[in-house]
């Protein structure tokens, strides 16, 4: 291709005409205005006729969303303004809620320590009394064993002063009341 070709090439793709006009002025005669009227009036003929009615419903529906939302963002503006005027309230509450909780707490406390102190007064007085119990059954017991200790010592000492001072006569006169004994037994 050569370059005027290549220019001519150029200008007829561009402005869309087959032959280049370098300077000369262009004046715009009616047929420039009516063609593109009649097809502006073709295409809006055509749209008002069949896209009328889907583009009236999609507005319509656009419309109602549009609705929907704005009162939906009311209502969450709404609910959003009680829960700050809440929170506020609580706010302003809270100083007293601790002082509350706080006192409850203290209560709480107190209870439990009184709780707490009467079980193991309770406990005591239990481990008291089954001390005493058993201090008193070991005092027994060892009563015992010192008596049954007294009473055998006292035999093992007895034994020998007695077969001292027993004669034969007194052994005669212990088996006679013996076997005297043992006949009215019978």
């Given amino acids: 291709m050569s370059v005027p070709s290549r220019a001519k090439w150029r200008a007829w793709w561009w402005d869309g005409r087959s032959e280049v006009v370098e300077h000369a002025a262009h004046h715009a005669g009616i047929a420039d205005l009516l063609f593109p009227a009649i097809n502006f009036a073709i295409f809006a003929y055509v749209i008002v006729r069949f896209l009328a009615a889907p583009i ?10 549009l609705r929907g939302e704005l009162e ?3 209502r969450a503006r709404e609910e959003a303004d009680r829960l700050r005027a809440q929170i506020e309230h609580d706010l302003a509450e809270l ?3 601790q002082a509350r ?3 409850d707490l203290l209560a709480t406390a107190e209870k439990a320590r009184a709780t707490l102190l009467a079980q193991g007064r309770e406990a005591a007085e239990r481990i008291r009394a089954d001390a005493l119990l058993v201090a008193d059954q070991e005092a027994q017991a060892a009563r015992r064993a010192v008596r049954a200790e007294v009473v055998e010592e006292a035999i093992r000492q007895a034994i020998p002063l007695v077969q001292a001072a027993l ?4 052994q005669a ?13 019978q």
Wanted: hydrophobic share 35%.
């Fill in 101 to 103: 909780l706080k006192a």
């Fill in 56 to 65: 009236r419903e999609f507005f319509r529906d656009r419309t109602d969303r």
């Fill in 173 to 185: 006169r212990f088996v006679r009341e013996f076997v005297e004994s043992v006949g009215h037994a």
């Fill in 72 to 74: 939906a963002g009311a």
């Fill in 167 to 170: 004669t034969p006569d007194d």
């Fill in 95 to 97: 100083p007293g809620e």
